[in-house]
């Protein structure tokens, strides 16, 4: 139980990104729900897999980046090459993914309300 309050309240950029996260699925969820239509079922629950999938994706690639973190720091405060590339690459992989919930969550709701 413990372990699992850490991993929500020590890194701040994770709770920020999970606060972010739920705010912009509870708005989709809503405005995808106002203007759906019965006979568009199928395509309504691929849209939500995707909006909803694209969103747990960057939450499971931000566990990753802060074990990744974890360990790095586990071995001490010194500047090494590697550590700071690994802690990098984890940061861009969070960050490509953020762009990929903006690019799925515009597709979808883009081409509903225009």
Do not use: C
């Given at each position: 139980?413990?372990?699992?309050?850490?991993?929500?309240?020590?890194?701040?950029?994770?709770?920020?990104?999970?606060?972010?996260?739920?705010?912009?699925?509870?708005?989709?969820?809503?405005?995808?729900?106002?203007?759906?239509?019965?006979?568009?079922?199928?395509?309504?629950?691929?849209?939500?897999?995707?909006?909803?999938g694209s969103m747990l994706?960057?939450?499971?690639?931000?566990?990753?980046?802060?074990?990744?973190?974890?360990?790095?720091?586990?071995?001490g405060p010194e500047h090494?090459?590697?550590?700071?590339?690994?802690?990098?690459?984890?940061?861009?992989?969070?960050?490509?993914?953020?762009?990929?919930v903006l690019l799925v969550?515009?597709?979808?709701?883009?081409?509903?309300?225009?």
């Amino acid at each position: 139980m413990n372990t699992i309050k850490i991993k929500f309240l020590l890194p701040a950029l994770f709770g920020i990104t999970v606060l972010i996260l739920i705010v912009q699925g509870a708005l989709g969820m809503r405005s995808v729900a106002q203007i759906e239509t019965q006979a568009d079922t199928i395509g309504r629950r691929m849209e939500r897999a995707l909006l909803i999938g694209s969103m747990l994706l960057v939450l499971s690639i931000e566990l990753l980046n802060s074990a990744v973190e974890a360990v790095i720091e586990r071995y001490g405060p010194e500047h090494h090459e590697l550590a700071g590339r690994a802690k990098d690459m984890g940061s861009a992989a969070v960050f490509v993914l953020m762009l990929n919930v903006l690019l799925v969550w515009g597709a979808i709701l883009g081409s509903r309300y225009l």
